[in-house]
């Protein structure tokens, strides 16, 4: 005795496409880069200003020179060696703001909630 079982996943394929995928990163990525910013150090505003969201929302660049050292939180001091920065001018901002979006639980629920709208799975 057997059981014939038919799956039809026309409605999951449809959902998961490249397209649709591809949209709900860019979703999620702009929206991340406007959280982002205010844990961004500003002094001048140079290096808020100066970034971008990739074409297919994979990542978030910060075209600066220093960005890096500002993004890790070291530079090197006059003896080649690694120095710590410990004085970020503006509150609220410090090294691996990316981290500190991540530990921002609701602000991480709104990015995981611009995927889905892009991605357009509410359907």
């Given at each position: 005795m057997g059981i014939k079982?038919?799956?039809?996943?026309?409605k999951l394929e449809q959902k998961l496409n490249d397209t649709q995928l591809r949209r709900g990163r860019l979703a999620m990525a702009n929206d991340a880069h406007q959280a982002m910013e205010k844990y961004v150090p500003k002094k001048e505003g140079y290096l808020r200003e100066n970034s971008k969201v990739a074409i297919d929302g994979s990542s978030v660049y910060y075209v600066q020179?220093?960005?890096?050292a500002q993004f890790y939180g070291f530079i090197t001091n006059q003896y080649g060696g690694p120095f710590r920065i410990h004085n970020y001018t503006t509150p609220g901002t410090s090294r691996r703001w990316d981290l500190r979006l991540k530990g921002n639980l609701s602000e991480m629920a709104m990015v995981k909630e611009a995927f889905i709208n892009g991605a357009q799975w509410h359907e």
């Open positions: 079982v038919h799956v039809d996943i026309a020179p220093y960005a890096r």
